[in-house]
């Protein structure tokens, strides 16, 4: 299974950090917040990575290189324009091939372990959910017996990891340019395709300078 890394994004709320850097780049206890998924997803058994990128992106090819060094290929995907989530995965989708594919956003730190998704995937759609951040309280869908879905607005919900197996025929009949993955993702749960799983472990959206301080936190009180 090939695995893709989304690093496209701009950071705006990381400023001014994100002004010369990449976010994917900033650095979480000495390392770049890339590198701590690479080195996880070699331990979990990939070994070709697609990586997107626009906003200073190719400071990103300056640092990973072709991955050589990590004991994986990665491949780039560079965006001119800005084509939100789901457009950045379609224009990749000829890197990734016909088979399912996992997806990782690169502003997330975790210490999931990704050996845990190579299994066959029911449907279009595996999704990864966590427990509701401080942030985000009122979730995003429903897990049942391992079949996500929207649910009722009173359900309990989970969060939307970042993490997900997708198969390319969840893109089917999309056309190259901007637009967002969560309506393939409500429509997947609609026709029932899209499984998932809770995650067990630590996971942060790091997406301000105060979580960024957090998973500092969390990876010196593992070390």
């Known amino acids: 299974m090939k695995a893709m890394i989304l690093a496209a994004g701009k950071g705006e709320r990381m400023r001014p950090l994100t002004l010369t850097t990449p976010k ?4 979480v206890a000495g390392t770049p917040l890339i590198e701590y998924h690479l080195r996880a997803l070699v331990a979990g058994g990939f070994d070709e990575i697609v990586i997107n990128h626009a906003w200073l992106g190719q400071q990103i090819e300056d640092y990973l290189g072709d991955g050589s060094r990590f004991g994986v290929r990665i491949i780039y995907s560079p965006e001119g324009e800005p084509l939100e989530t789901g457009g950045g995965i ?8 016909d088979e399912p ?26 999704l990864v959910l966590v427990d509701n951040p401080e942030h985000h309280p009122g979730g995003d869908f429903v897990l049942t017996d391992g079949k996500v879905h929207e649910g009722a607005p009173t359900a309990d919900k989970l969060t939307y990891s970042g993490i997900a197996v997708l198969h390319p025929r969840l893109f089917d009949g999309c056309v ?4 967002k993955l969560a309506p393939l993702l409500r429509k997947a749960m609609d026709q029932g395709q899209a499984s998932g799983e ?11 300078l105060e979580r960024l301080a957090q998973v500092e936190k969390l990876i010196e009180a593992s070390r």
């Open 24 to 27: 994917p780049l900033i650095r």
């Open 90 to 97: 379609f224009r990749a989708l000829p890197l990734l091939g």
């Open 101 to 126: 594919f996992l997806v990782v956003n690169g502003d997330i730190w975790t210490d999931f372990d990704f050996r845990s998704l190579h299994r066959p995937l029911e449907g279009v759609v595996h």
């Open 176 to 179: 190259d340019g901007a637009f």
């Open 198 to 208: 809770r995650l067990q472990g630590h996971w942060v959206d790091v997406g301000t």
